[in-house]
Each structure stands twice: as C-alpha cells, then as structure tokens.
C-alpha cells in the first residue's frame, strides 16, 4: 500500500495569504495524484487530477505541482470560502487508492 | 450531469449486516470505462476506499475489509449496492458513493455523493 502523507495537519491563514499544502507519497505515483476539497457537513469535492490539471469549474487560483513523491496544492489567494479541509489521493497503485490524512486550512 | 445519492439505515447494532444503496443519475454503468465506488470517512478522521464496481462487473476491494464487502449493480436501475457484514462501532463512519473512471488511469473520484451516516451501536 501506497501511504500519503500530509503537511502541516492544520495551516492557520488570513483571507488574502497564499497557502501552501504538502503532500508526500511512500513510493513514486508519477503524476497520478488528486486533490479534493471537504468543507464542513460536506462531500469531498475534486479540485486537481494528474496533480496540476484543475477540475471543470475549479477557480485558477488552486494550483497543483508536483511529481513522484512530492507535490504541493497552492491556493494563491484565499478567499472565505477556502477554509476547509484538503485531501491528496494517488491512484497509481489501483485498484488500492490511498488518501493522506488531510490538511486543514483554518482562519487565523 | 451526474448526480449521486446514498441510502440505507443511519443505526445497525453490532454484528449486523450494513447494506447501502447508491442511486445515480446521468451515466450508465453500461457505458465502457465507467465505475461507481464506495468510500467512508468516520467522524474527523480521513478517507478510506472501501470497494469499485466498473462496467465490466470487475469488482475490487480494499484487501483489509475484503471477506466483509460485496458490491454489486443493477445496470437497469442505475443502482450500485454495498453489503458489509459483521459491523463494528469502529464501523461508524459517513458513507459515499462516487464515480469514477477506469480508462487511462483516471481513477479519481468525481462527483461524490452527499453521503449518509452510519453508527453502530446497540
């Protein structure tokens, strides 16, 4: 199994601040790397697939980078509704799809 | 537009078997490359992927809950259904059903259901 693993596990932000999400693999999933949205009481929501490509309708400041072990979701410029939980999952090792623990971004 | 909706009961006592129901809309399950799964998510801890359906009928689980699940679909209905037998309290966990795709590896979920919660207890 392919753990994920998140950083930092809460990141304490000012709307307007650039945040930055760390997500680290156990071994290399190429590119083959998504990151999802969860606000609170809510399904998790797909931002980013192939770890940069956003989703249909995802604003252009949620950007992904990142490849083998290390990618980054970097939200340029946060607004209210930002605030929430954000989760990584690599499907290179399918049919064993693995999310990390999630980071949370919480108003300072 | 592709929708998603989960059902089944909110309280099972321990021991008793879990059985869920995903009713969606604007896919078929009898589309080439198109799959429904099933992920829970107990009370703020993270996501776990539990079992995958593909048009095919291929069916894959997560090797740690594999004797205790069975999916299944009814093509006709547009319905995918989860059975998990033996559930424990540290089966409490929402439930979601999502879509997926199989082909050139595009195997992330999107959309997800609003997903249902489930606790055990007696």
């Known amino acids: 199994e392919i753990v994920m693993t998140q950083s930092p596990a809460t990141l304490s932000m000012s709307p307007g601040e650039r945040a930055t999400l760390s997500c680290r693999a156990s071994?290399?999933?190429?590119?083959?790397l998504a990151w999802y949205q969860q606000k609170p009481g809510q399904a998790p929501r797909l931002l980013i697939y192939?770890?940069?490509t956003r989703a249909t309708g995802i604003p252009a400041r949620f950007s992904g980078s990142g490849s083998g072990t290390e990618f980054t979701l970097t939200i340029s410029s946060l607004q209210s509704e930002d605030f929430a939980v954000y989760y990584c999952?690599?499907?290179?090792?399918?049919?064993?799809?693995?999310f990390g623990g999630g980071t949370k971004v919480e108003i300072e | 537009q592709i929708t998603l909706k989960e059902s089944g009961p909110t309280l099972v006592k321990p021991t008793q078997t879990l059985t869920l129901t995903c009713t969606f809309s604007?896919?078929?399950?009898?589309?080439?490359?198109?799959?429904v799964g099933w992920i829970r998510q107990p009370p703020g801890k993270a996501l776990e992927c539990l079992a995958l359906?593909?048009?095919?009928?291929?069916?894959r689980y997560s090797p740690s809950l594999k004797s205790r699940l069975t999916i299944t679909k009814d093509t006709s209905k547009n319905q995918v259904v989860l059975t998990m037998t033996n559930m424990d309290p540290v089966d409490t966990a929402t439930y979601y059903c999502?879509?997926?795709?199989?082909?050139?590896?595009?195997?992330?979920?999107?959309?997800w259901g609003q997903g249902t919660l489930v606790t055990v207890s007696s």
């Open positions: 999952q690599q499907y290179t090792n399918w049919p064993l799809l693995t």
């Open positions: 604007g896919f078929s399950l009898g589309t080439g490359g198109v799959g």
């Open positions: 071994q290399s999933v190429s590119s083959n």
């Open positions: 192939g770890a940069s």
């Open positions: 999502v879509h997926t795709i199989y082909y050139s590896s595009s195997h992330w979920f999107d959309p």
């Open positions: 359906i593909y048009w095919d009928d291929d069916k």
